[in-house]
């Protein structure tokens, strides 16, 4: 997702001469590559924002990510709450972020919405901006570093208990007084 950003940014984002080029150039094909990467980064971040289940199914999205950092411990120590409450703002400023993604997800680009179909809306939905996108993109990374300094302070605490020589002293004593 964020390297299909990247590539849309490089050949729409750099200004109007780069637009007049690729018009100029081959406007029916980049009007579709524009097309096709805005809907794909749309329904990606659509798809990310999506509740963790529907029905009987789990779905592989932020809130179901959420859901199983929070069952890794049942009873967290106050360290790891901080974190799960700080992942958990970073997921209400993606759901934040990503409205109006979402809303033309289930309007327009997964479903056909009769009113939108027959231009009966009231108000048009809105076309995507930069600054929209790059937020969403923005809020899933800070979840994901988040989530990522998590598993560090957990994995760090881990190699630090198996590293720490006290809980290994009885233990190499009791195989010592074992072996003769």
Same mark, same amino acid.
């Given at each position: 997702?964020?390297?299909?950003?990247?590539?849309? +940014?490089? &050949?729409?984002? $750099?200004?109007?001469?780069?637009?007049?080029?690729?018009?100029?150039?081959?406007? /029916?094909?980049?009007? #579709?590559?524009?097309?096709?990467?805005?809907? %794909?980064?749309? &329904?990606?971040?659509?798809?990310?924002?999506?509740?963790? !289940?529907?029905? $009987?199914?789990? /779905?592989?999205?932020?809130?179901?990510?959420? +859901?199983?950092?929070?069952?890794?411990?049942?009873?967290?120590?106050?360290?790891?709450?901080?974190?799960?409450? $700080? &992942?958990?703002?970073?997921?209400?400023?993606?759901? %934040? $972020?990503?409205?109006?993604?979402?809303? !033309?997800?289930?309007?327009?680009?997964?479903?056909? %919405?009769?009113?939108?179909?027959?231009?009966?809306?009231?108000?048009?939905?809105?076309?995507?901006?930069?600054?929209?996108?790059?937020?969403?993109?923005?809020?899933?990374?800070?979840?994901?570093?988040?989530?990522?300094? &998590?598993?560090?302070?957990?994995?760090?605490? #881990?190699?630090?208990?198996?590293?720490?020589?006290?809980? !290994?002293?009885?233990?190499?004593?009791?195989?010592?007084? /074992?072996?003769?």
């Amino acid at each position: 997702m964020h390297g299909q950003w990247k590539v849309h +940014e490089q &050949l729409f984002g $750099k200004g109007k001469k780069r637009l007049d080029l690729l018009a100029q150039e081959a406007s /029916n094909f980049f009007s #579709i590559v524009q097309q096709a990467l805005l809907m %794909d980064i749309q &329904l990606t971040l659509s798809k990310l924002g999506d509740p963790g !289940r529907s029905g $009987k199914f789990e /779905n592989m999205t932020l809130e179901k990510l959420m +859901e199983e950092i929070k069952d890794l411990d049942p009873h967290p120590v106050p360290e790891a709450l901080k974190f799960h409450k $700080k &992942l958990e703002a970073c997921l209400a400023d993606f759901a %934040d $972020k990503s409205t109006k993604v979402r809303e !033309r997800r289930n309007k327009y680009l997964a479903h056909l %919405d009769y009113d939108v179909a027959l231009d009966l809306r009231p108000e048009p939905l809105e076309t995507p901006t930069r600054t929209e996108i790059e937020e969403a993109l923005n809020s899933v990374d800070a979840f994901n570093v988040g989530r990522r300094t &998590l598993f560090q302070r957990i994995e760090d605490s #881990i190699q630090e208990y198996r590293n720490d020589s006290w809980w !290994r002293r009885p233990c190499m004593d009791a195989q010592a007084s /074992n072996a003769l």
